[in-house]
Each structure stands twice: as C-alpha cells, then as structure tokens.
C-alpha cells in the first residue's frame, strides 16, 4: 500500500493533513501576497527607465539589492525585527505573540491569521469533501490560487499575468484528460469566459468613456471558464453579480463606503468561480427544477 492509498483511505487523516498544509501554504500566500505586486512595480519602474534611458538621480539606497519570495527575510515593518521561525508558526505564533511584534509590540495586522485560517479550512472542506484524488488536490492549487488574487485585487486593483494565466493553461491541460469537463468545453470556455467581460468593458467604455474593469477581469474569468467549461459561465457571472452586491451593500452600511466608489470585480468573480467549482451542476440542477425546466 503507497502512502496516497493509505492516506486516501482515512478520510479524517487527509482532511487533518489538508488543513495542516493548508495553513502552512497560507502563511506562503500572504508573502506572496505582499511581495508579487512590490516585485511587478520594481520591475516595471525598472524597464521604464530602460525605455527612456532615464537615470535615477535618486538611488534606492533604502531597498535591499535583491527582492523576491524568498529574499529578503520576513521582518517586522516597524522596527526591522527579523521573524523567528517561532514567530511564523501559522496562526498559532499570532495567538502566542497576542498580535504584537515581539521586539517593537506593534499591532500585527489580524489579516495574516486570517489568510492563513481561511486557507486551511477551505483546503480541509474539499479534501473532506471530496476526497482525497487528483481532482480534489487540483480544486485544492486552485483555491490557493484564488485566494491570492483575491486579495492582490482588493489591495492593489490587480490580477497579476504570473497567476491569472497559468491558471488558465493549468485548467485547459488538466480537462485535456477530461478531469473536470471534456476539452471542446474547456476550451470555449476560455474563449467566452474573456470575450463576455471584455464586450461589457467595451460596450461600458463605449457609453460612459470610463474603463468599468481592467483585463485582469477578462483573464480571470476566462481561467474559470477553461477550468468549468463553458456551461458554467452564466453561473459564474451571475453569482459574482450577487456577491459584489452583497459585499458592496455590506460595507457601505457597515464600513461607510462611499457610493460610487470603484471596487475590484476579482475577488467577486473569485468566490463566484469557487462556488461553482463545488456546487455548479447541484445549484443548475435546482434552478432548473424550480422553473419546471427539468
């Protein structure tokens, strides 16, 4: 017996496993988090000053020569502090520290714990779920994947190629086997999953002369649709209608957003392209009986 049989073969074992890596890849994912977008703008500030042969009169003395996922160590924001292996232990090190720095006592945002909770019981769900296999660990990289763009988007507006696009290609690689759909779907599921959000973008842009969502939007949407296939489009779209609304309602009465205010349509589509993952065909099938159509 190889240790995934084994392992698959206790249900409760893989879920308890899954929630255990799950927390561990979180703590990842909130580096990525930070660091990806920091990285894209070094690296563009960098190419604009090659393009136009501009010399910077203002060294970065202040930044590390080196700036990557791995380089430098994690340190406190504050006070420089560099974290202990002790203090990176997820969630447990927050609760341990009581969400202060150990060096400086500066508040540690409560968002990093929370990444790393809502990592782990998301990857623990579909394991439990589903079962320990190949389609389940893949739903597994996906989550991972969808948590980190949701909250780049929510900080910085920006659904990063280096995601957005292996996403895509891992979805149409993994239905080429027909893992979750047969490939045709997948395939026209990339396709109308970029050419909706990018009609409404023109048809908007056309009418108010404002950009009404970035090409993030289109890529993403157009991953979901490569790893679901085509059918569950209007799924998708429609939940992420419904928890924009819910969300934006939400932190308008709750947080005093202002109106009118733009908000990133990511993290909607994200949690739209999630749900349907699980749930698609079950809430299709529902609807579809309630009008009498099946």
């Known amino acids: 017996m190889t240790l995934f049989e084994l392992i698959a073969g206790h249900p409760w074992l893989a879920t308890i496993l899954a929630l255990l890596l799950g927390l561990m890849v979180g703590s990842f994912l909130n580096v990525v988090i930070y660091r990806l977008p920091e990285m894209m703008s070094r690296e563009w500030n960098l190419q604009c000053k090659e393009l136009l042969e501009?010399?910077?009169?203002?060294?970065?003395?202040?930044?590390?020569?080196?700036?990557?996922?791995?380089?430098?160590?994690?340190?406190?924001?504050?006070?420089?502090?560099?974290?202990?292996?002790?203090?990176?232990?997820?969630?447990?090190?927050?609760?341990?520290?009581?969400?202060?720095?150990?060096?400086?006592?500066?508040?540690?945002?409560?968002?990093?714990?929370?990444?790393?909770?809502?990592?782990?019981?998301?990857?623990?769900?579909?394991?439990?779920?589903?079962?320990?296999?190949?389609?389940?660990?893949?739903?597994?990289?996906?989550?991972?994947?969808?948590?980190?763009?949701?909250?780049?988007?929510?900080?910085?507006?920006?659904?990063?190629?280096?995601?957005?696009?292996?996403?895509?290609?891992?979805?149409?690689?993994?239905?080429?086997?027909?893992?979750?759909?047969?490939?045709?779907?997948?395939?026209?599921?990339?396709?109308?999953?970029?050419?909706?959000?990018?009609?409404?973008?023109?048809?908007?842009?056309?009418?108010?002369?404002?950009?009404?969502?970035?090409f993030g939007d289109f890529k993403l949407l157009a991953a979901l649709g490569a790893w679901m296939g085509w059918q569950l489009l209007p799924l998708i779209v429609i939940l992420s209608s419904v928890v924009g609304a819910i969300i934006g309602i939400a932190m308008i009465l709750f947080k005093g957003r202002e109106q009118g205010q733009p908000m990133p349509f990511g993290p909607f589509l994200a949690i739209a392209g999630w749900i349907a993952m699980l749930w698609g065909e079950q809430i299709t099938s529902t609807y579809l009986q309630l009008i009498g159509l099946s």
């Not at 990176?88 to 969400?99: A, E, H, M, R, T």
């Open 54 to 214: 501009v010399e910077s009169n203002t060294p970065e003395v202040d930044l590390p020569e080196k700036f990557n996922l791995a380089v430098p160590a994690s340190t406190c924001p504050k006070c420089g502090h560099k974290i202990r292996a002790y203090e990176n232990i997820p969630v447990l090190s927050y609760l341990f520290l009581k969400g202060r720095c150990s060096s400086c006592k500066t508040s540690i945002s409560i968002r990093y714990p929370l990444v790393e909770l809502v990592t782990g019981l998301l990857s623990a769900y579909v394991i439990y779920s589903m079962g320990l296999s190949i389609a389940s660990a893949s739903i597994v990289l996906m989550t991972w994947v969808l948590i980190t763009l949701t909250m780049i988007d929510y900080d910085h507006q920006l659904l990063p190629d280096n995601l957005t696009l292996p996403l895509l290609w891992l979805g149409l690689i993994l239905n080429s086997q027909g893992l979750f759909t047969d490939l045709q779907s997948a395939l026209w599921g990339a396709v109308f999953g970029y050419l909706s959000l990018w009609s409404v973008y023109w048809a908007f842009k056309l009418l108010t002369g404002k950009e009404g969502m970035g």
